[in-house]
Structures are given as structure tokens and as C-alpha cells.
């Protein structure tokens, strides 16, 4: 990624005042003075963010997404924020769907330690371990534990055989985990999901009752996501660096794939997350590491682990909604590495 004398974070009330994006110092965004009433800067922006904001702006890929916004960050914090539209910032909370996953699998393998992970876990963690949920429900009724989302009246999991071994995408997979694990607790109250995966993960994500589908239950902000993703790359989770180990094949049409909802080419599936890539000169190389929600919400970290991406956003009528974000948001990455906006 290209070096630059100077990163900017823009909150979200200065853009929205502009109308587009305010710019300047990070100081300058936080602080506005009198002799800069809000909504104005003090310097323009580099041709790397410029790049970046004409790009979500304008982008093809970008532009039927509707609002949402994109932050790219270190695990020292934000670097650059984009809110597209209004009535999405960094501290929006919505339902995260698919992303949750990965907010589990990190919560599980620091409660476990992944030196004492049974290869039971794993294949559960990387999706192979044949429990497949019947349908998919959420289980959000008040007062749902982890226990009666596992059972008929709801989610009905149950072990096939046929599948044990072969990757399948379901949530059913960490409802079994989940069962075993923290069955008797709930969405809300005393003896939370949520309070669960907090604790584990020191993260201050909110309380909602479908938190006791773990695969897929979760609500959050880009700021509350971003606190994991910071932990992830600064070495502070058994699974930091451990986001290739037990990877399994999950492009359709790869070798023991049962089902995949993946279309962006060749990827593979670790602990509770997908690992991209891109094939150069006839090898196939990681990129990176994601977990995309079925409602848009898209976060990553490079392969190096020093940056983070989020694109959030939740549009729960479409297809492909977590697809659509990851090719906009790499779009932008891409536009801001190089500084020149993508069509």
C-alpha cells in the first residue's frame, strides 16, 4: 500500500454536513473551531482519498448499494472513513447476519485455546462437520436460549452423515458448538450470548434476542466490529494468527464442496471466516481474510494483518448482498492504494 504524510479520519456529522465529505487533519475532523464551523477543513484531501470518495461515489460497483459506509484502518484505529449517502456512519447498528460468524469462532477459540481445539471443533468451526440446520430462523423470540434454537421448534440441526467431512455452508455447524457450549444462555438478560462473546472477545457489542443463532444473529456498528478487528491484527486473539490454519476448500466446484453460497472465484474457509485470494502468474495466493453478511455487512483484514476494511450497510431484500459489498469495498481499497478512482 502506498505510504502517505498523512491519514485522515472523517466523521460522519462533518460529511453529512458538507453534504459529501469534509476534510483535513484528524484533529481537524474531531475539533472543529470557531474559525472552522463545522463542515469546512482546513486542507484538501490527498489524491488517495479523493480517489477513494470518487470511487464510492461513482463507481459502477458501488452505486446500487444504496448508503453505506467504508473505513479503512491499522490496528492502531480508523485511517480514512466514507459514509455514502446518509443515515450510515460508523455507529449505525444493524443486523450483521453472516459476519457474526467470525465474531464466534474468535470468542470460541479464545475460551478454548486452539492447542486444546478437539478436531470435532474444528470441523465445526470450518464448516464440515455434517450438522445441518433445517431451516433458518433466527430464533429471535424474548427469552430464546441457545438450547431451544437448536431444537425442532426452531433451527432443527441434525447430523448428516453424508456430509460429515465434505464443506457445506450452514449455520447449523456452530448451533451444534454452540449447543455444547452455551446452551442454556440467551439473546438478552442475565446469562447472555452476547455477554459471552464480549467478555472473550473485549469487544461492547449490543444485546438483541436472535444473539443465540451465533452463525448469524448478531447486530453491531462498523465502530463496534471495528474493536475486534483492531484485537485481530494487533496479536490479541488466539485466532490472530491463525487465520489460515484448518482451511478447507469452499469456491463451487472445489474438491469435498457440498454447498457454497461463494461466486467470487477461487476462496477457502478457515476457523469461522473465508480466506480470499487471487491467482497470479498460475498460483493461487491469500489476500485476505472476511466473513460478508446475506445483508451487506463486509468486514476484512489484508493477509498481513496490517490493515483492516468495513463496508456496512444492511439491505435485507436482494441476493448476493454480501458479494455486492466486498467487490464495492475492494473497490475503494484499490482506488485509494493507488490513487485513482475505479469505474
Known sequence: MKQHGRTTFILARGLLALGLIGCGTAEDALEPTAEAPLGTSHAALTVYEQAALDTAQTSASCTPLGNFYWELGTGAGPLYGIPRGSGVSA?????????????????????????????????RLNFTSGYIDENTTLCGDAGTTVSDCYGP????????????????????????????????RKGTGLASVMDWINARLGTTLPESDSD???????????????????????????????????????WQGGPNVSFTPWTGGQAYYGLGHWIEGETVNGAWTVTGHSSPGAFGFYPWVNAARTRYMLLARSRQLGEEEGEKSRVCAQAILKAYELGVPQP
Open 91 to 123: 455507529t449505525t447498528v444493524m443486523p450483521i447476519a453472516s459476519a457474526s460468524k467470525w465474531l464466534y469462532a474468535g470468542a470460541y477459540v479464545q475460551s478454548r485455546g486452539y492447542a486444546n481445539l478437539t478436531l470435532d471443533e474444528k470441523k
Open 153 to 184: 421448534a426452531y433451527k432443527n440441526v441434525s447430523f448428516r452423515s453424508l456430509q460429515n467431512g465434505r464443506y457445506f455452508y450452514n449455520g447449523g455447524h456452530m448451533q451444534k458448538l454452540a449447543l455444547d457450549d452455551i446452551g442454556a
Open 212 to 250: 443465540v443463532a451465533p452463525a448469524g444473529g448478531f447486530s453491531g456498528s462498523a465502530a463496534h466490529y471495528r474493536v475486534f478487528l483492531t484485537k485481530l491484527l494487533t496479536n490479541q486473539y488466539e485466532l490472530s494468527s491463525k487465520l489460515t490454519v484448518d482451511s478447507v476448500p469452499a
